[in-house]
């Protein structure tokens, strides 16, 4: 991880993607019910919000180890949100 600046341009575009493809979803699928699909934005944002406060800690002291910590996360959270989405009937 470069910095704290591509870190949270990472976070931003990944669960920026993740809400756009919902709302892809949601626009193609209108005659379905959107309450899980609105739960998939829910998380995504809370996920977002959750990360930029672990970003923007300060109290930190191996920066690199957290910074690689959070990016991880992101990744791992990325992928269960993409898979709730392709569940999505």
Do not use: P, Q
Not at 5 to 34: C, F, H, M, P, Q
Not at 38 to 66: C, G, M, P, R, W
């Amino acid at each position: 991880m470069a910095n704290k600046r591509d870190l949270k341009k990472d976070i931003n575009y990944v669960l920026g993607d993740i809400i756009e493809a919902v709302y892809v979803w949601e626009y193609s699928n209108t005659e379905k019910d959107t309450k899980k699909s609105e739960a998939i934005i829910d998380e995504a944002i809370s996920t977002f919000d959750e990360l930029i406060t672990k970003v923007n800690d300060k109290n930190v002291e191996n920066k690199k180890a957290h910074f690689k910590a959070i990016n991880n996360e992101l990744e791992t959270k990325g992928r269960a949100l993409i898979e709730k989405i392709n569940k999505l009937g």
